[in-house]
């Protein structure tokens, strides 16, 4: 009914006059502070390094050559490697945890949802640094295991590729569970109770009507894990010991202590395009999966 | 979902779940309380590290620059976020340009937004220090203050601004009377999510705060004495800043029941 | 007569390709319980929110005691309006939601005070003065929004679908409510509706709409007893309508048989020929204006019993309405065979 509709456009008609003049300090500041020198950035990316690691202003592509340089790819793989197995740890984990909410009884499931976000609000040095006390030589895992009578050599834990995966893990999990809740708690239980019904039993029935229906949940997770894995610099710095580099590690190695702010800014560059990518492939993902959801 | 689920073994996957996440968080808190400071032994409670802390005046003067940043950048960003959401919901069409400008801040890796700041702000010549993390700080802050408040604004019923034009009220007193009112919890709530993502923020900091000692924030403070030797002090300073997230983001989702972004 | 309280003249508004409201001309007077009928989409809410001063019309003028006000922006128009979704500022109290309009009219603290606590009196809330909106029943909320626009005492209040969202028997006490304090306050009331039966209970005057087009106005009494057109007899109360064919000077309906009428068809072959239910009567076989049928369903609405007509004469059932004493005279059942008659002064044809 058009009039449930009508009035609320035409109250805000009324002070439509003046949208921009509320938009533009914010718009302003956002374009100064943040379109400016991400397009510099780019723009950076295609001049050459200084010879005293200043920038000299001729156009060349030799930095975006180098980020696709064989002495880089190793890194790159590595980074990639290491962001993919703590995205993909993280969405398993994430998405099982996200679906034992679910089976809670109604009640119960904000609460959990809010006691499995509630770490995410805490600061993220303090949480990587609570897995240093972990995985430290006279860490809780090493104490524990003696109090347990343990007293041989225990395996290096701090330091390693592992204690990187699980940092990223551990400080991601929580997004995870909240990106898969989302789409788990909208399924209609009737769609699972109908599986059954017509003969599937429970495996079946997650793994053909109910794992199809949320995927959107789980590219989203994986998505953003992937990403914020790809570009971080402090777990790795924190947790890897400075024993391997991740993307992320090489730009602040550029900015900060190498001073190629061009080839600094062709690597964010690149960054941001894995970014857009993978975002891009995820919308895809969600289309496919409300196409299978119209169809089911 | 409880058709296809077997009760066993969720409780399984739940506890493991929240010891997962709980255990390293608990063990910090307990440290911090523990006379020897060492995790492998527990050898009494005491809070002399909170003492130690508090007389630590490098940490006593990073939080204080954390604060001034967290201050300064919240308020900032609370106006202007808040203009920028009554301005956009108050458009009838929605342009995706526009959206992705006010989502970008949310999603750029922070990384890539340090560096461009980075270097932006180096070839304008300008100084470095608080004054340009404050700058840095409103771009995400106000991005995450528009968003509550416009969540906030989706359920809001338009038709009282006709209402009080009716009754005689010109637009500024409809705006400050009306329409103010029925966001204020919202602003609240995004000024304190801002509040606590300032306090929290490290790797823009790092980055634009230049190189003198007396721009460290806390999160700075708390990476270099990470990386460069633990002193148990930092347990109990972590202890602390978790608390003090925790609790006010709490506050600011009970604020705001609509929930925070990403929600 | 004395000078209308408003006249609006030749009023027109465009919403793109839209004619919301296509040419209106109206008088109201002083006093008045006006209602606006129409189906969804006429343009009832377009031209109420154009005397509210929400809407400036593409062309034409609106005269208030004498003034054009067409340009006059909302805040500065003694009218008030009544929000169809009540619009009570959620944030403030029922008294501060009434004390509203006042302040913006800069009246002292005291008077603000005691026409706040007169109203709520009226009203019956003075003991809900100081509870939120989303702390009141439907019917309470919609009561505070009648005293907010009414305290103001505009020359004019406009109120559309004042009890749209109120169920059917809050809706009955309201009406009667409504016409009451109309009746106390002595200020214009203009009522948007589309149930007619609302319109006749309340109203002094009813304006029929259609398509942006003002159909016909006048009393409920005038409307119902002489509609202008087919839309205006189907639209105020229940109507049984025939087609019919003219043909030299008599009209014929679909079993053949012949309708009289005071006035005839003008200068169409085809038409309808419309009778109200409670001026059929049953009998009067081989005579004109008569009509044979099945019964083919009964209906009691209290004392009156509906009687429905299945016949060749009409695609639809004839709707008969017989006094319950009638009915006891005569019993019916369903399919029992009905012949019903009526006076040639109760027939109103219409062209088609
Ligand atoms: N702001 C607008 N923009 C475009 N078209 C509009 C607008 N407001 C109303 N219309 C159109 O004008 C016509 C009249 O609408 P109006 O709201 O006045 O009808 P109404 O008689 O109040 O109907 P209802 O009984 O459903 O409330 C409709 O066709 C409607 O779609
Ligand atoms: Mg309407």
Redesign the interface.
């Known amino acids: 009914m058009h009039w449930r509709i009508a009035p609320q456009i035409q109250a805000r008609r009324m002070i439509d006059r003046k949208p921009l003049y509320l938009m533009t300090p914010a718009l302003a500041w956002l374009t100064a502070f943040m379109v400016a020198p991400c397009l510099m950035i780019l723009a950076l990316a295609f001049f050459q390094r200084g010879i005293y690691g200043g920038i000299d202003y001729t156009f060349t592509l030799e930095n975006i050559a180098l980020v696709f340089d064989p002495l880089y790819a190793n890194i790159f793989l590595k980074s990639a490697f290491i962001a993919g197995l703590s995205a993909t740890i993280a969405v398993v984990i994430g998405y099982a945890a996200a679906f034992a909410i679910t089976a809670a009884p109604a009640k119960r499931q904000a609460m959990l949802l809010f006691f499995a976000v509630l770490p995410f609000w805490s600061n993220y040095l303090v949480r990587t640094y609570a897995w240093i006390v972990m995985l430290n030589r006279e860490g809780l895992i090493a104490g524990a295991a003696q109090w347990l009578g343990y007293d041989g050599e225990l395996p290096k834990m701090l330091y390693t590729e592992t204690a990187v995966v699980i940092g990223l893990v551990y400080n991601y999990l929580p997004f995870v569970i909240l990106a898969c809740y989302a789409p788990l708690s909208r399924l209609n239980p009737e769609i699972a109770e109908a599986s059954r019904d017509l003969g599937g039993n429970g495996w079946t029935t997650f793994r053909r009507v109910i794992l199809p229906m949320t995927v959107p949940g789980i590219a989203t997770g994986f998505v953003f894990v992937f990403v914020l894995s790809i570009g971080n610099f402090v777990t790795p710095a924190l947790l890897g010991g400075g024993q391997f580099q991740m993307i992320g590690n090489l730009v602040y190695a550029q900015f900060l202590t190498a001073n190629d702010w061009p080839f600094g800014a062709a690597l964010s560059m690149f960054l941001i395009a894995i970014m857009m990518g993978l975002l891009t492939l995820q919308t895809y993902a969600s289309e496919r999966a409300s196409g299978a959801r119209r169809e089911e | 979902m409880r058709s296809i689920a077997n009760p066993r073994l969720m409780l399984m996957i739940l506890s493991a779940v929240f010891a997962f996440l709980y255990i390293p968080i608990s063990v910090l808190f307990a440290l911090s309380f523990n006379e020897g400071g060492l995790p492998t032994a527990w050898t009494g409670f005491s809070v002399k590290w909170y003492g130690a802390l508090f007389r630590n005046s490098d940490i006593m003067g990073a939080a204080l620059n954390t604060l001034v940043v967290a201050v300064i950048s919240t308020a900032l960003a609370t106006i202007l976020g808040t203009l920028l959401a009554v301005g956009v919901e108050i458009r009838r069409r929605k342009g995706r340009f526009l959206e992705t400008i006010i989502f970008a801040p949310m999603i750029i890796p922070d990384i890539v937004l340090a560096i461009a700041l980075l270097s932006f702000f180096s070839l304008l010549n300008v100084t470095l220090g608080l004054h340009t993390v404050i700058l840095s700080h409103v771009v995400f802050n106000l991005a995450f203050v528009c968003s509550v408040v416009r969540s906030r604004l989706k359920t809001f019923d338009w038709s009282v601004v006709e209402a009080s034009t009716d009754l005689g009220a010109p637009m500024v007193v409809t705006l400050w009377r009306v329409v103010l009112p029925v966001m204020m919890p919202a602003v609240i709530a995004g000024a304190l999510l801002a509040f606590t993502l300032s306090l929290d923020e490290f790797i823009i900091a790092f980055f634009t705060a230049g190189a003198g000692r007396d721009s460290i924030t806390l999160p700075m403070q708390i990476f270099a004495m990470i990386r460069f030797g633990v002193t148990p002090e930092i347990n109990a300073l972590a202890a602390i800043v978790m608390t003090l997230s925790v609790v006010i983001l709490a506050l600011s989702q009970r604020l705001n029941r609509g929930g925070l972004p990403g929600q | 007569m004395t000078q209308p309280l408003l006249t609006i003249r030749n009023v027109r508004k465009n919403f793109g390709s839209v004619k919301a409201i296509d040419g209106i001309d109206l008088d109201i007077h002083e006093n008045e319980f006006f209602a606006l009928l129409g189906a969804?989409?006429s343009g009832k809410?377009t031209l109420l929110?154009m005397l509210?001063?929400?809407?400036l019309p593409d062309d034409g003028e609106v005269i208030l005691d004498g003034k054009d006000v067409s340009q006059v922006?909302?805040?500065?128009r003694p009218v008030?309006?009544m929000?169809?979704?009540y619009?009570?500022?959620?944030?403030m109290s029922v008294a501060r939601n009434i004390a509203?309009?006042l302040e913006?009219?800069k009246l002292p603290k005291a008077e603000i005070r005691s026409r706040v606590d007169e109203i709520l009196e009226v009203i019956q809330l003075s003991h809900l003065a100081n509870r939120k909106p989303d702390q009141l029943s439907g019917g309470q909320r919609q009561r505070v929004a009648l005293a907010?626009?009414l305290v103001?005492r505009p020359r004019l209040l406009l109120l559309d679908?004042p009890l749209g969202a109120l169920d059917k028997k809050l809706r009955g006490e309201m009406q009667l409510e409504l016409k009451r304090i109309q009746n106390e306050f002595g200020i214009t009331f203009i009522i948007v509706t589309h149930d007619q039966e609302e319109a006749l209970v309340m109203a002094d005057r009813v304006a029929i709409l259609k398509d942006g087009r003002l159909l016909q106005s006048g009393t409920p009494q005038e409307i119902y007893e002489h509609p202008e057109s087919r839309f205006a007899a189907d639209f105020i109360g229940v109507m049984n309508f025939f087609p019919v064919t003219q043909e030299s000077g008599h009209l014929r309906a679909q079993d053949g048989s012949t309708i009289t009428a005071n006035t005839p068809l003008e200068s169409a072959a085809r038409g309808v020929a419309a009778v109200r239910p409670e001026r059929l009567h049953i009998g009067g076989n081989d005579r004109d204006n008569s009509i044979s049928g099945t019964v083919s369903a009964i209906a009691y609405h209290g004392l009156d019993l509906q009687v429905h007509l299945k016949t060749p004469a009409s695609p639809d059932p004839v709707l008969i309405r017989l006094t319950a004493d009638v009915a006891e005279r005569a019993p019916i059942g369903v399919g029992d065979s009905l012949t019903v008659h009526w006076a040639a002064k109760d027939t109103r044809v219409f062209a088609v």
């Open positions: 969804s989409g809410t929110r509210a001063g929400f809407e922006p909302p805040n500065h008030n309006l929000f169809q979704s619009a009570l500022f959620p944030n509203y309009g913006m009219e907010r626009a103001k679908e």
